[in-house]
């Protein structure tokens, strides 16, 4: 079985700093995928970035950044120059290969609020 | 390019009722999640259709049941409502040849009075 968790229930965070969204996993299987979505209030999750177990490299999509510790099991989503609207749920998740299509789970999220 | 759309946005109902909810995937998808996230909660696994059949399913009772028609999109039905299925229920669409990447519809916001 797969688990996501995490720690951080709400951050609060001054417009233009830096931020890191905590997220560590855990599963047996040794191919799996990590994303990150953000959720607003209006409820759509909205793909960040992915970072796949065997990907050598960090994964970045523009200010975000994947922190990505596999010993231990860790993949902290990073945010750079926070924007008031970044300020959302933000939603670590995982998949593992199932022939196919493969279902995701999700941690239970942390509201990040970016303060002017 | 249409992405995944869901209705209705909103739905209100009483204890012992039945719903339908309605989801049509991003435009070439042909692989339909759907998931309910309870307030506060990380979205959970419900049950996944590719070719009009369940190939997956999550940890929820039969209450809940699925289609997918031949034109790939799908229905949730929720029968015997309780209180505790008020939630937001998400439906995520996929192609199974390019990996399974999952792109979300906006949800519908179900309340059980």
């Known amino acids: 079985a797969q688990k996501i968790t995490q720690t951080q229930p709400g951050m609060f965070v001054q417009e233009k700093e830096a931020v890191t969204l905590d997220c560590t996993y855990d599963t047996s299987d040794p191919s799996y995928g990590l994303f990150w979505y953000k959720q607003p209030s209006s409820g759509e999750m909205i793909f960040l970035i992915y970072q796949g177990s065997y990907d050598q490299q960090n994964a970045t999509e523009g200010r975000y950044s994947l922190n990505f510790q596999k010993a231990r099991k860790s993949a902290n989503l990073v945010i750079s120059a926070s924007q008031l609207g970044d300020s959302a749920m933000y939603f670590c998740?995982?998949?593992?290969?199932?022939?196919?299509?493969?279902?995701?789970?999700f941690g239970t999220g942390t509201r990040l609020t970016i303060i002017p | 390019d249409a992405g995944v759309t869901q209705s209705p946005t909103h739905l209100i109902k009483t204890r012992g009722q039945q719903v339908t909810l309605r989801c049509s995937p991003k435009?070439?998808?042909?692989?339909v999640s759907w998931y309910q996230q309870a307030l506060g909660q990380g979205p959970q696994f419900i049950f996944q259709?590719?070719?009009?059949?369940?190939?997956q399913r999550g940890n929820f009772p039969d209450r809940f049941s699925g289609h997918q028609f031949p034109n790939y999109s799908s229905e949730l039905n929720v029968n015997a409502l309780l209180l505790g299925d008020s939630a937001l229920y998400l439906c995520a669409s996929s192609l199974v040849r390019t990996g399974g990447e999952q792109f979300f519809g906006p949800g519908t916001r179900l309340t059980v009075l």
């Open positions: 259709y590719y070719e009009e059949e369940e190939r």
């Open positions: 998740a995982m998949r593992v290969p199932n022939f196919g299509n493969e279902k995701l789970t």
């Open positions: 435009s070439g998808h042909d692989t």
